[in-house]
Structures are given as C-alpha cells and as structure tokens.
C-alpha cells in the first residue's frame, strides 16, 4: 500500500488561492488513478478532481473551471491547484491514490473566510 502525504492547506479569503500538494512513497507513475475528495464535517466524502495515468482530468461541476489537478512522476506527485475560493469551498481535502490497492492520505484542512 502507498503511503500519501498531504501539504497546502491553511486559510485563505474569498478569492484567493491555495495550492494542495500530495507526496506518494512509490511511483505514481503505476497508479492507475489519482484524485482529490474533501469532507466537512457530518458529510460523505465527494470526488472533486482525479486524473488518469495518462493525464486525463475529470471535475465535480463545483469546482470545474476553477481548481486544476496536476501531476509530476518525477516528484511522485499530484496538485490541486484551487483559484476563486469560495466559503463553501472549506473542508478537509483528502488525497487518494488506487494502484494495486487504494491509499488515502491524512487530510488537509482548507478554511475559507469572506
């Protein structure tokens, strides 16, 4: 199983940016899917962003148009590049990696304030 680690997140005012960062201990090259799910608390976790192997991005219309994933394989590495922030957009961010079995990191805390 890959170990992930999340970095980024903090406070941020309405439209500002922040930038999530997520480390993977292998490879992420052989993973065959990454993404990014965030959570407030007493909710389900949601997909906002993932991308394929091949550098195929998909997007939760919430956040479409202005968040954009990304990746490194030589840093073993994928962003979340987050613009136009909103207070809705505050929540735990999580990131998950599904190679040979799925990894989820610990969770990084974006706040929002107007």
């Known amino acids: 199983q890959v170990q992930l680690v999340e970095s980024g997140g903090g406070l941020a005012q309405s439209g500002g940016s922040l930038r999530l960062s997520c480390v993977a201990s292998s490879s992420i090259a052989s993973m065959n899917y990454m993404g990014w799910y965030r959570q407030t608390p007493g909710r389900q976790r949601g997909l906002i962003a993932g991308?394929?192997?091949?550098?195929?991005?998909n997007y939760d219309g919430s956040v479409e148009g202005r968040f954009s994933i990304s990746k490194d394989n030589t840093r073993n590495r994928i962003y979340l590049q987050m613009n136009e922030l909103s207070p809705e957009d505050t929540a735990c961010y999580y990131c998950v990696a599904d190679g040979t079995r799925q990894s989820w990191g610990q969770g990084s805390q974006v706040t929002v304030s107007s």
């Open positions: 991308i394929l192997n091949d550098g195929s991005a």
